[in-house]
């Protein structure tokens, strides 16, 4: 039965409070159960079902007031079952593949006994050598935004207290993904419209679709870090946004407050967080194992304390705890089912991007007979990415899977390259196995291991001399594709240009061998786009698509934003430019920007039309909409899908705008031969910008637009006034 809240508070001393505000990790189940003996308000999965049933039996049965514990979980893209990593869900565009990758890790996960899970993150990040560009879903806003808010829906459902529903947890609130240069945990500066514009959007999604709860981020947000950032915390989250959830503090990021500088202990650092709005303290600081509170957490006011409290035990309400925080162990999820195993695999077939295909060489001639698969990734079982469970189901290789796609063929395999190291042997054996082989597939990425938290890196080429290989096969002269797999994307600019056909599949999950066969046979046709930049050098990052407009910005002759195809144009006439915003030594923008991504069919973009090419500012502020149509055709003889992507350019506006900004996006599938007409909407989300004003004010300014859609090939244009 679920107490009167305001009644159970007035019951509770104020260390019984304090000890709601916590969460724990403990090995020992022993040491747990005293911690949930006591009143502990939260503790980690013990990695079970039976155990978890046993610290909710003493939570409920023995402890001072009876409350039942939030039992949390990292389940960021699977618990038994391991969905791609979120960077490449965000590839498909299509955010229903995110809400299954949630719905599905959370039944495995409430069935097992967690309740409360720190995902989904929704850090937009344009740099990639930071290893957690992984956990998110690229550089842009509106992707972010909607595929955080497709995973919440996915973990929450409709009801927290239903036995296939999890917490959600908003992370990292806010700006951990502009870290400056790339390093993890490292410092971050902004504006307040760079703020409000790029990087708040998917958390107030995410807040607007019901995340119960929102991690605090370990970065220090111009000057101030977040755990101690009054403002964002409270001011902007859950006063300007009314969000009424829990704010939980990040991994040890409470008592880092001393590290940073900004409080003189951790017990003051404890106060201090609480005050500025962190509700939750992960690490078990607030209270010792000796149920002795941190001297200055007496110095929190009461009023403080209950409403941390209040908020946790709505959540705890909100849950069905207090009713029933019980699970049937004997029906806990150990193992991926058929249709747990083919949701993963229908989201990595539909994260891959097409990234070249020269001569149409994907998919692979039916009569395909000898494949030579050569590659660290030919054998690696290593297809899971960052943050998954040790006790995962793990993934096949590439080479079974090669196999079962192609029956009928001969498949040579042999290492080729390594993921550290140089052999030249290993090469060696691969230009003389090549002779007799129709095709040659090199399998080549980055390690799991490689990214993910404190991963970043300080060079994105391939690791190791699985370059060295591309070198060696292209030498040679014989058509070879080559299938990435990567948390994050990499400098390919050493060999991208002499591979026939390359094939983006980044740490596609426990179902990624097979889908890249079905990619590789033409079972299945990749359809996905780049939700990230890939730079032509290190030293180019961050390079993203809706970068701020320059007073000098470098051109291929043409005026303006270059379109995506123009950036392949782009070459060394361009630095010619003398007195522009470009490198010496490089040619312009990425080398595979934001939103590329080919197809084994051909489409045809028409018809572009704007249903209100002038309206008035104040009614779009208002609320009005405006309706954009075209029609888009497949033209090939194969079916495939497209993603069409909506950009505006405002013209001129108060605050120097981006190029261009995402103002929508849909993947379409579409049988060989046939057309659909696809209607987007502008609304003031899409026309209007927020100001440097820290108060936050949003405005739609009069003005020309631009409005274009493009699908990666082909960009379609035309004009909107505001007046
Ligand atoms: C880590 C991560 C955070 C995660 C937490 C609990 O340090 O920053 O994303 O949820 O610890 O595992």
Redesign the pocket.
Known sequence: MTPDIDELLGRMSRRDKLDQLQIV?KQDLGEAAALARRGIGAL?WPGNAADTNELQRVARGESPHRIPLLI???V?HGQRTTFPIPLAQAASFDPEIARRDAEVSAAEARGAGVTWT??P?IDVSRDPRWG?VA?GFGEDPLVTARFGAAKVHGYQGDDLAAPTSIAA?A??FVG?GAAEGGRDYNTVDMSEQRLRNAYLPPFQAAVEAGAASV?A??NTLSGVPMHANRRLLRDVLKDEWGFGGVVVG????VVELARHGVAASPSDAIALALRAGVDIE?GGHVLGDDGEPFADADAVDDAVLDEAVRRVLRLKAALGLFEDPFVDAAAEPLAPTADTRAAARTAAERGAVLLSNGGDLLPLAAGTRRILLAGPYATSPDHLGA?VQHFAERAGTLEDAVRAEFPDADVTVLPGAGFTGADPALQQQVVEALPGHDVVVLALGEPSDLSG??ASRSDLRLPGDQEALVHAVADAGVPFVVVLENGRPLDLSGWFGRATAVLEAWHGGLEAPTAIARLLSGAASPGGRLPMAFPRSVGQVPEYDAHERTGRPATIGAQGPLSMTDWQLAGPGNVAEHFTSKYLDLDLGPLLPFGHGLSTTRFELTDLRIETPEIAAAEVLAGARIGVSLTVTNTGERDGDDVLLLFVRDEVASIAPAVRRLAGFERVTLPAGTSRTIRFELDRGSLGFWTNDPAGEHVVEPGAFTVSVSDGTTTLATGLTAR
């Open positions: 990790w980690f949390g979980l990292d960021v720190f995902s993150m957690r956990e947890t992370k990292h951990y991690m981020a370990f990040d991994a040890e990021g992960m943050w938290e404190a």
